[in-house]
Nanobody, 115 residues
Framework: QVQLVESGGGLVQAGGSLRLSCAASGSIRSISPMGWYRQAPGKQRELVAWIRSGGSTYYADSVKGRFTISRDSAKSTVYLQMNSLKPDDTAVYYC?????????WGQGTQVTVSS
């Protein structure tokens, strides 16, 4: 069974960048799409971006033009490059399939953007 482990979060100033990684314990070649979600304190989890195995992508309006999702199927890893970060991007970030499978939710990685 595939397990997902997120990493790369941290504390960054507004305007800074971070690159998140989502490493799968098994092959994700056939899993499409794969997505990044985030959950801010007191808010519902939201889908931020997803990518299909063929490379097509989707971004939420709030991150369009600032975030880039990519995947390396050979490494079974999905990435989220986050630029021009804003305090509103502060959240725990998770990866999962789209829609998310209950069994695949991991611990996530905390991203904190200071103003």
């Amino acid at each position: 069974q595939v397990q997902l482990v997120e990493s790369g979060g941290g504390l960054v100033q507004a305007g800074g960048s971070l690159r998140l990684s989502c490493a799968a314990s098994g092959s994700i070649r056939s899993i499409s799409p794969m997505g990044w979600y985030r959950q801010a304190p007191g808010k519902q989890r939201e889908l931020v971006a997803w990518i299909r195995s063929g490379g097509s992508t989707y971004y939420a309006d709030s991150v369009k033009g600032r975030f880039t999702i990519s995947r390396d199927s050979a490494k079974s890893t999905v990435y989220l490059q986050m630029n021009s970060l804003k305090p509103d991007d502060t959240a725990v970030y998770y990866c999962n399939t789209v829609p998310g499978l209950l069994s695949l939710w991991g611990q996530g990685t905390q991203v904190t953007v200071s103003s």
